[in-house]
């Protein structure tokens, strides 16, 4: 039987948070329709806070690692989508035809590191949690 799914990867700067959450979306609510990866440029570690706050949300992402785009060196991607600046600035060639698309979101450690207090920095990372999951929502159709 044939697979119909789109093969989508996210691609982060360090695959520790943003990635990981759009992978954990994406596998959530669109799993029958997209086969889903997330990798960076570089690997940072599974970011404690985006586990809290997609847990909050139901979405178990705590087995995830943080992996190298290069340890996908035989999935024909149909999609890449960049969710940081970084990596879409440095988006390596990806063949087969990959569309690339970018679709940044702010960068939660960032603006956690300039608040006090816990729930101020996990509001940081449920508001690009949330946004993640609006724009998961729209997919396929969204990637073009």
């Given at each position: 039987m044939?697979?119909?799914k789109i093969k989508l990867l996210?691609?982060?700067t360090g695959n520790s948070c943003?990635?990981?959450m759009?992978?954990?979306w994406a596998r959530a609510?669109?799993?029958d329709q997209i086969e889903v990866y997330s990798a960076g440029i570089e690997t940072?570690?599974?970011n404690p806070s985006a586990v809290k706050v997609m847990a909050e949300a139901g979405v178990d992402i705590s087995t995830h690692r943080s992996q190298l785009v290069t340890e996908f060196p035989d999935v024909a991607f149909d999609f890449v989508v960049t969710v940081c600046g970084h990596a879409h600035e440095t988006c390596p060639?990806?063949?087969a035809g990959a569309k690339v698309v970018h679709v940044g979101f702010d960068d939660p450690p960032q603006m956690a590191a300039e608040l006090d207090g816990e729930q101020a920095q996990l509001?940081?990372?449920r508001r690009v949690r949330d946004e993640i999951r609006a724009f998961v929502e729209t997919l396929p159709e969204a990637l073009g």
């Open positions: 044939k697979n119909d996210f691609l982060c943003r990635s990981q759009a992978e954990g609510l669109k799993g940072h570690g599974l060639y990806f063949p509001d940081c990372y």
